[in-house]
């Protein structure tokens, strides 16, 4: 066989060629171990975290008919995640005393950085052929998309304290059949920044009291640089090593 400038390149055994069209034979045919265990590597450092439950007493007594949310806000900033995968907001929500409360007539959301907005409580029970809804004492839940109870909103309760752990309502409109306003909506948001529940008594009637709140967050944490570097010199190098090792057989 012979090089592009007419050189001669000798062989070994059965027609393989030595040398260096050998050695970049070896690495071109090696190189996808290196590229996917790359991969791994990088992955390995973006770790799927949930931080400690952030939980805050509050005891404050709403007026009745308060329809200008009241805001209930916490800055988080020691938080290490870089891509939110799932919040959770847990709540105790009551009459100011047992049995003044009527669930109906609160609104809950959750905002962060003022801008991303999920919709918690909503009118629950309120539909178009309903419009007075339920009239329980309040809640002590938790709220997550993914709740195996379902809905918020749909949950019937004749007297007492609701409990568990639901989906949030989602719903711009008390009435409205879809609910596009849920807890994934601040997926792939970082876990810092201004977060804020905001409460209000939508209707005459009952008064209620916001007892306490708390945020939990899960996700992906940064991939740190050094550790990313150094994770591309172990694969490479190794990847390197083993087309090295070849060379000999």
Known sequence: MK??????????????????????RRLASAWGVPV?????????????????????SVSYTLD?????????????????????TRVE???????????AGFASEMFVSLTRDFATTAVLLNGVGI??????????????????DDAAN???HAASLVAGVLSGTWAPDGRSLATDTVRPLQLGGFNGETGNGVWRLNVADLELGGQMR???????????????EAATGAAVVAVVGGALLSVWRRRGR
Do not use: C, K, M
């Open 3 to 24: 090089n592009e400038s007419g050189q001669v390149l000798p062989r070994n055994g059965a027609g393989r060629v030595s040398g260096a069209g050998r050695w970049n």
């Open 150 to 152: 379902g809905d918020l």
């Open 210 to 224: 916001l007892e306490s709140w708390s945020l939990a967050l899960t996700g992906d944490t940064q991939v740190p």
């Open 36 to 56: 996917a265990a790359l991969s791994l590597a990088l992955n390995a450092h973006a770790l799927i975290v949930t931080e400690p439950v952030r939980t805050y």
């Open 127 to 144: 539909t178009p052929n309903d419009h007075l809804g339920q009239g329980y004492d309040g809640w002590e839940v938790t709220l997550r």
């Open 64 to 84: 009745d008919l308060q329809a200008v949310p009241v805001g209930f806000e916490i800055t988080v900033g020691d938080s290490a995640i870089q891509a939110l």
């Open 89 to 99: 907001v847990s709540f105790r929500l009551v009459g100011v005393t047992p049995g």
